[in-house]
């Protein structure tokens, strides 16, 4: 930023150049770059903090640029993400006890693509199911997303259920 607050975006290779803002994603946690052209960001459920216009199951993509122009969209939603405990309209954001319990419980945990890229991994926390998303390059090279597929967790296997899968919260 420059001296009276604005936003300086450098030309130099070590500037940093933003993709993406707040508004267009809200909170993010997982990412997976599709080459070098596109990255995949994937919703997550925090405190103090509004959720993105995608909501809680909303994985973002951003094409990358020279940061002039943030230009993050939802490019697939996973289903039964869960829903967001916080009332709308006023909230007091700053102590924000709605939300407490549902940390780290509802939305979007880590996203990973395959080697191959042609689908994109992602930890759904609420139904504590892995969603494949098959991909497939459109016009210019873009990603395109297929119907997202739960892939259950094999909770059965030893030890599996207890800590990792919120079993017991």
Not at 2 to 17: F, K, P, Q, V, Y
Not at 129 to 142: D, R, S
Request: proline share 8%; glycine share 14%.
């Amino acid at each position: 930023y420059s001296s009276d607050g604005t936003l300086a975006i450098g030309t130099g290779a070590n500037d940093l150049r933003p993709q993406a803002n707040l508004g267009q994603t809200g909170n993010i946690w997982g990412l997976a770059p599709w080459g070098t052209t596109h990255v995949f960001t994937a919703a997550i459920f925090k405190r103090h903090t509004k959720l993105g216009p995608g909501g809680l199951g909303a994985i973002y993509l951003t094409e990358i640029g020279d940061g002039t122009t943030p230009n993050a969209s939802v490019f697939t939603t996973i289903p039964n993400a869960g829903t967001d405990p916080r009332p709308s309209g006023t909230y007091d954001w700053f102590h924000d006890v709605a939300a407490f319990g549902s940390v780290s419980k509802i939305g979007l945990g880590d996203i990973d693509i395959s080697a191959d890229h042609s689908t994109l991994y992602a930890v759904n926390l609420n139904d504590r199911q892995i969603y494949a998303v098959p991909l497939t390059a459109g016009p210019g090279g873009a990603p395109v997303a297929g119907t997202p597929t739960a892939i259950p967790m094999p909770l059965d296997l030893p030890g599996a259920s207890v800590g990792c899968a919120n079993e017991a919260v």
